[in-house]
């Protein structure tokens, strides 16, 4: 069977997947979260080298997705916690595939 020819790139599927996963922090966002809730300091804490305004566009930007669910809490000092949806949860096998793919084979980025 002949593949159909793809003639906008954003209407593919791949495209638009990786422009949701593809994304510099949603991988290890979602892999920190994965299973367990957190609230924001303790995300700033384990994932090394991201700027709190960079972790907080990136939630922002991930809770729009339906990736991820912020509660907000009605106390003082306020309290925000971050966990997966179902959606995002539903990305921990598919991440799990790409490390694995990504194992074996030659990721050698010089030609």
Not at 11 to 32: A, R
Not at 40 to 67: C, Y
Request: glycine letters at 4%; proline letters at 5%.
């Amino acid at each position: 069977m002949a593949r159909k020819l793809i003639e906008n790139h954003n209407e593919c599927p791949i495209t638009h997947s990786m422009n949701i996963i593809g994304n510099k922090w949603t991988s290890i966002i979602v892999y920190v979260l994965a299973g367990r809730t957190l609230r924001f300091g303790e995300l700033a804490i384990r994932i090394d080298k991201i700027s709190r305004k960079v972790l907080s566009n990136q939630l922002k930007e991930m809770e729009l997705r339906g990736i991820v669910h912020r509660e907000s809490y009605a106390e003082t000092p306020p309290r925000v916690e971050y966990s997966l949806t179902k959606k995002g949860e539903e990305l921990l096998p598919i991440l799990n595939q790409l490390c694995a793919w990504s194992k074996d084979i030659d990721l050698d980025m010089n030609p």
